[in-house]
């Protein structure tokens, strides 16, 4: 795992390779690099485990611990990993440097969205291309943290854990709320902070919303909710207005909006 104690990795072009940072990543966001689908599996029923390679991954650095990437599905020309049109946005679950191999868990929510029709098909060999996110999640600075997140953000509430165990920052303060569907789409995990997984109940983030709405927050708690479109926002709206939180250490995106397309 690229965490945070490791040093950065050189900037720039190396012979026969790209090398780059995460800065110089987002100083180009429409560049798009070739990866090609190195292993596949299922860690859960309704999560595929997508395993991909290029050499550009051994020097890449991590812009932060819920890093997101375009995943450019593969276009008309298969022997052309840059020919996609079509992009989605996942979560780096891991990433080992040594392979020059990231692990993306995709949900698996049938064919209607491309995203999900891929990764139930894709196999080894599969070539296509990624390009440049960022980060949102900020470490606690000693404040009280809460996590909200949904089967989408699993990964990315994973991947922030992986951070904070590597580097050694306390988590004792750390609360989460992990709303899904089912067991199907959760991946079993080593959490270390508290996670309280929650049924669904009606509209997705709903039952995340109303543990929020339960909890004796004092506003100097810190916050990150990602998720379905209404977790994220919702959640955002009762932070700042009734829980009375600072701005700047709530931190949200919608990952998902139901009924609608992600592009
Ligand atoms: C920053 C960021 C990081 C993300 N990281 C991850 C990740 O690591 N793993 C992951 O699985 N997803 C992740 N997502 C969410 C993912 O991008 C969306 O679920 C996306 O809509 C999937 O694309 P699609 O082509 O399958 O469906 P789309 O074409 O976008 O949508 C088609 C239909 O499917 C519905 N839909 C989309 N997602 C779901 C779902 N999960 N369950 C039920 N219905 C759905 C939509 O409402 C729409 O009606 C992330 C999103 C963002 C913005």
């Known amino acids: 795992m690229n965490g945070p104690a490791q040093r950065p990795r050189p900037v720039g072009r190396g012979i026969g390779q790209v090398t780059y940072s995460s800065a110089v990543r987002r100083a180009n966001p429409h560049q798009q690099w070739p990866v090609t689908v190195a292993a596949v599996c299922r860690p859960a029923a309704r999560v595929a485990r997508v395993t991909l390679a290029a050499d550009h991954l051994r020097t890449m650095t991590r812009a932060g611990a819920d890093e997101y990437f375009g995943l450019v599905l593969p276009g008309p020309d298969s022997a052309d990993p840059l020919s996609g049109q079509v ?3 996942y979560t780096y679950r891991a990433h080992r440097p040594d392979a020059g ?37 900020t470490p606690p600075a000693g404040e009280p943290q809460v996590l909200l997140a949904d089967e989408t953000s699993a990964p990315a509430l994973a991947a922030i854990g992986d951070w ?11 609360t989460a709320y992990l709303e899904a569907p089912d067991r199907d789409c959760l991946v ?5 902070f508290p996670v309280t997984v929650l049924g669904r109940e009606g509209h997705p983030g709903e039952a995340v919303l109303r543990k ?9 708690e810190s916050a990150w909710a990602c998720g379905e479109s209404r977790l994220a926002t919702q959640a955002r709206r009762y932070l ?24």
């Open 212 to 220: 929020l709405r339960e909890l004796p927050l004092t506003g100097a």
């Open 87 to 89: 992009v989605r946005w």
């Open 164 to 174: 904070l165990r590597a580097g050694d920052y306390p988590t004792d303060r750390i």
């Open 101 to 137: 191999e990231v692990d993306v868990d995709m949900v698996l929510h049938g064919d209607e969205g491309p995203g999900s029709a891929w990764a139930a098909r894709t196999q080894p060999g599969d070539r296509l291309a990624i390009k440049a996110g960022r980060s949102i999640y």
């Open 188 to 192: 079993e995990e080593a959490w270390p």
């Open 240 to 263: 700042l207005g009734p829980a009375n939180l600072d701005r700047r250490k709530v931190a949200f995106s919608g990952y998902w909006k139901v009924g609608q397309a992600k592009t």
